[in-house]
C-alpha cells in the first residue's frame, strides 16, 4: 500500500480548518481523511481501539476498522469488504488515490489476522466482528454485531412454533371484521389478518395509500375477537408524529379496539436518553400484541431493544412501506426483513386459514409463510404517478425519464431548473388561498390550502435547499397585492403564516415534522394544526419550536401527503441523490408532481440505491479464530 506525501492538513480536499480534518496524522488514515473518504471522528475511534488493544495493528487492518465506523456513519450496521473499491468509484473528480484502499481479500486476509478480530494475550477486548454472508465478508463494530444477533435469534425463536388456533374461529373471526368475499382477485389485506392470527410476527408493507393502517385496524379487530377477552394492545412508532397519526388513523376506524393508544417506540420501552430501558429481557412488556407503524424509519438498536422487551406469546406486527427513506440512524430493518433469506421452513401454516390462491406460487408461497403481506393495490394515487413510482422502485432509469416526458401523462412533469414560472404560479396559489382562508379565520378551510402545494428539498441548506428555496418564495409571496410583507428569519406571527414544528411537546400534543397555519380569530391569532378528522388551535406563544414552513425536506415529509408537490432535486454528485429519495418524495403527492432537475440527475437519482450493508438479508457465520494465549 502506498502513501502519498500528504498531511490531513494539506489533504486535496480538505482543509486544516476543515472540523471533520485530522491533524497530524501522516498515516494512511491521515491521508484517506485529507482526501475526504474517512472523518476525524473515524479516524480517533479507529486510534483509540488500536491503544486499547495493547499490541500493534496492521495498518491495512485499521483501515478496514475505520471504514466500519464509517459504515455505521452512513447508516449500514457492517462494512460490506466487497463495496470498499466502489469508495473509488464514487469518486469521478479522481480525489481519492486508489493505492490508499486495500483490495476485499488483502483487506480480508489482514482483518482475520488482527488482534481486533482475534483478540490478543493483552486482553479480552474483540470490538471488531468478521463474519462471512452471501453478499461477502462483514465487518462489524461489536455493539451493532451483538444487535444484529439478537434479531436474528429470536426471530428464529419466533419463527419455530405458531399460535395454536381455531380454525372455524379464525375463519368467523376474519368475516365478521372484513365481511364476506367479494370477487376473484385475492384480499391481501385479509391474508394479512389470517396471517396475524396464525404467527406470531408478521411484517405487513407496501406503499403509500395501500391500506396498511386500515389493515392493522382490522387484524387488532380479529385478534380481539380470538381471544374472547379485552386483549392488551401496544401501538407504537419512531417518531411522536408517526404515533400522534397512527392513533387518528386508528381511533377513526369503528372496527379496532377502542381502548388502544399509540407512543413513541422509546416511550412504550420506557427509554430515556442515556439511560436503559425499563422494559427488556427481565421485565417483558405486557402486551398480548405489539404493533410498530413507520418500520422503516427504525433503528437496528431500537428493534432490538423492541425484540428484547416483548415476551415470546406476543404477536408483533410490523408495518411500513421497504421502499422509503430508512432510519437516520444505522439500519433499514424493514427492507432487510421484506427481502430477508430464511434457512428453516417455519412450521405449515394450518389448512383452511389462509387464502389458499395467495400460496399458488412458489415465491409468494414462501413469503407468506414467513409472515410478510406485501399491499399492492394503491389507493392515494394512481395513474402516471403510480406508473413513475413502480419504474422508481424498479431501478428502471430510462422508463421514468420517459414517462416524466411524456405528453400524455399530465401528473408528473421534469423541468429545468431554470424553467420556475410553473412553480412560482402553484406558490402564489396556494399563498393566496392560505392567507384568505387564515384572514377569514376559517381553520378547516386553511389547513386544506396548506396541503394543497409543497416544495420538497433533499438539503437543508443551500440555494437548492430549504434555506434558498424558502428565501426564494419569501421573495415571491411579498410581490403579492396585500400579502403580510416578509422578513427572511423573522419571528413575528401573521394570518396565513404556514408553520412547522420541529421538536416534540406533549404538553400541547404537537410533534416534531406537524404543520400547522396562523389563522385569525375573535381573541386574535391561533395557530390551527390537523389530527385525522380533528381540528386543534393553539396560541402562538404556546409553540416554542415552530419555523416558517415554504419549504421542506423530504426527509421530513414522510408519513406526509400534499394534492401536489415540487420536487427539488440535489446537484449530481450528491449523496442524498437516492432511489429511496426521489421514491418518498414522488410518493407524497395524490395528484400532481414535478421534478426541477435535468434528465441526468433524475436518472442519476434512480439508478443509485441507499447502500445499506447488514447481515441480516442472508445466513451469516462468524469467522473468530482462538485468540492467542
Excluded at 457 to 467: F, K, L, N, Y
Aim: a neutral charge; hydrophobic letters at 45%.
Amino acid at each position: 500500500m502506498t502513501i502519498p506525501d500528504s498531511t490531513a492538513a494539506d489533504g486535496p480536499s480538505r482543509s486544516r480548518f476543515d472540523a471533520r480534518a485530522v491533524i497530524a496524522d501522516d498515516g494512511v488514515l491521515g491521508a484517506l481523511n485529507a482526501a475526504g473518504v474517512l472523518d476525524a471522528a473515524d479516524v480517533h475511534v479507529t486510534r483509540r481501539l488500536v491503544t486499547l488493544c495493547g499490541v500493534p495493528v496492521a495498518e491495512t487492518a485499521q483501515v478496514g476498522a475505520a471504514l466500519a465506523v464509517r459504515a455505521v456513519r452512513h447508516g449500514s450496521t457492517c462494512l460490506a469488504l466487497a463495496r470498499v473499491p466502489e469508495l473509488i468509484r464514487d469518486d469521478p473528480d479522481g480525489v481519492v488515490d486508489p493505492t490508499l484502499l486495500p483490495a476485499p481479500a488483502e483487506l480480508e486476509r489482514a482483518l482475520a489476522d488482527c488482534a481486533l478480530v482475534r483478540g490478543s494475550g493483552a486482553g479480552p477486548l474483540r470490538p471488531l466482528v468478521l463474519a462471512s454472508s452471501d453478499d461477502g465478508p462483514l465487518l462489524y463494530l461489536h455493539k451493532y454485531f451483538r444487535q444484529e444477533q439478537l434479531i436474528r435469534t429470536v426471530l428464529a425463536e419466533r419463527a419455530a412454533s405458531r399460535p395454536p388456533v381455531d380454525v372455524a374461529a379464525v375463519s368467523a373471526a376474519v368475516e365478521a371484521v372484513f365481511g364476506p368475499v367479494e370477487g376473484s382477485e385475492v384480499d391481501l389485506q385479509r391474508v394479512a389478518a389470517q396471517l396475524a392470527a396464525t404467527s406470531w410476527t408478521v411484517v405487513v408493507a407496501g406503499g403509500p395509500g395501500t391500506g396498511k393502517t386500515y389493515t392493522v385496524a382490522r387484524i387488532l379487530a380479529v385478534l380481539d375477537r380470538l381471544s374472547g377477552r379485552t386483549s392488551r394492545i401496544g401501538l407504537c412508532a419512531p417518531t411522536g408524529r408517526a404515533a400522534a397519526q397512527l392513533q387518528a388513523a386508528v381511533s377513526a376506524d369503528p372496527a379496532a379496539p377502542a381502548s388502544v393508544r399509540a407512543v413513541t417506540v422509546h416511550s412504550l420501552l420506557g427509554w430515556r436518553p442515556g439511560s436503559q430501558p425499563r422494559h427488556g429481557r427481565g421485565n417483558r412488556l405486557p402486551y398480548d400484541v405489539v404493533v410498530v407503524d413507520e418500520t422503516s424509519m427504525l433503528s437496528m438498536t431500537a428493534m432490538s431493544r423492541l425484540l428484547d422487551a416483548v415476551r415470546p406469546d406476543t404477536r408483533v406486527i410490523l408495518v411500513g412501506d421497504p421502499h422509503q427513506l430508512a432510519s437516520v440512524e444505522a439500519g433499514a430493518v424493514l427492507a432487510d426483513l421484506v427481502d430477508r433469506v430464511a434457512t428453516t421452513a417455519p412450521p405449515p401454516i394450518p389448512a383452511g386459514v389462509v387464502d389458499q390462491r395467495v400460496l399458488s406460487s412458489a415465491g409468494d408461497r414462501t413469503r407468506v409463510e414467513h409472515g410478510v403481506v406485501t399491499l399492492s393495490r394503491g389507493h392515494r394515487f394512481g395513474g402516471g404517478i403510480a406508473r413513475v413510482a413502480a419504474a422508481i422502485n424498479r431501478g428502471d432509469a430510462d422508463a421514468v425519464v420517459d414517462l416524466v416526458s411524456d405528453a400524455d401523462i399530465p401528473e408528473v412533469t421534469l423541468v429545468e431548473p431554470e424553467d420556475l414560472d410553473g412553480i412560482r404560479a402553484d406558490v402564489l396559489a396556494w399563498g393566496s388561498a392560505l392567507r384568505d382562508a387564515a384572514l377569514a379565520g376559517d381553520a378547516d378551510a386553511a389547513l386544506g390550502a396548506l396541503n394543497v402545494h409543497r416544495v420538497l428539498c433533499a438539503h437543508r441548506e443551500g440555494s437548492w435547499g430549504v434555506q434558498g428555496w424558502s428565501r426564494r418564495i419569501i421573495e415571491w409571496l411579498s410581490a403579492l397585492p396585500d400579502h403580510h410583507r416578509l422578513v427572511p428569519d423573522s419571528t413575528e406571527r401573521y394570518a396565513g403564516e404556514p408553520l412547522l414544528v420541529t421538536a416534540n411537546d406533549r404538553h400541547t400534543e404537537t410533534f416534531n415534522g406537524d404543520s400547522g397555519v396562523v389563522t385569525r380569530a375573535e381573541n386574535g391569532l391561533r395557530v390551527a394544526f390537523r389530527r385525522g378528522e380533528v381540528v386543534r388551535t393553539l396560541h402562538p406563544t404556546q409553540l416554542a419550536d415552530v419555523m416558517p414552513l415554504y419549504a421542506m425536506t423530504i426527509h421530513r415529509s414522510q408519513g406526509s401527503q400534499f394534492d401536489g408537490v415540487t420536487v427539488i432535486l440535489p446537484p449530481q454528485g450528491s449523496e442524498l441523490l437516492t432511489r429511496e429519495l426521489l421514491y418518498t418524495a414522488v410518493t407524497r403527492a395524490q395528484s400532481r408532481v414535478r421534478i426541477v432537475g435535468t434528465r441526468e440527475v433524475l436518472a442519476a437519482a434512480v439508478a443509485r440505491r441507499v447502500q445499506r450493508a447488514s447481515g441480516l438479508r442472508s445466513p451469516i457465520h462468524v469467522v473468530t479464530p482462538p485468540a492467542p494465549s
